[in-house]
């Protein structure tokens, strides 16, 4: 079992920066990949962007690149998401989720561990 546990998110201005954090703990020695979605009021599920666990490789979605940055920490079993500008539009839960699959899976489904989620909301 891996767990799974977002912080930094909260109350930002539009044209903000914010940098969420995934703290992951358990069995995550067969992880290969980490990723980050949101869930704005009213929408469903979006797929923000995905890393590797190990080799670091990521893959955005076009609509997210350029604002957008994953990083990892593999000596603290983080994994951070760096929003820049921010958009009255970004205001959503972020969720991490880890997975065992052998690639970057972009939908939920394919992920087999979840965080609990972070708000983040964006004031224009």
């Known amino acids: 079992q891996v767990q799974l546990v977002e912080s930094g998110g909260g109350l930002v201005q539009a044209g903000d920066s914010l940098r969420l954090s995934c703290a992951l703990s358990?069995?995550?020695?067969?992880?290969?990949?980490v990723g980050w979605f949101r869930q704005g009021p009213g929408k469903e599920q979006e797929f923000v962007g995905v890393?590797?666990?190990?080799?670091?490789?990521?893959y955005y979605p076009p609509s997210k690149k350029g604002r957008f940055t994953i990083s990892r920490d593999n000596a603290r079993n983080t994994v951070q998401l760096q929003m820049d500008n921010l958009k009255p539009e970004d205001t959503a839960v972020y969720y991490c989720?880890?997975?065992?699959?052998?690639?970057?899976?972009?939908?939920?489904?394919?992920?087999?561990?979840w965080g609990q989620g972070t708000q983040v909301t964006v004031s224009s």
């Open positions: 989720a880890a997975t065992l699959k052998s690639r970057l899976p972009d939908k939920w489904i394919e992920y087999d561990y």
């Open positions: 890393i590797s666990w190990r080799g670091g490789t990521t």
């Open positions: 358990g069995g995550t020695s067969d992880l290969t990949a």
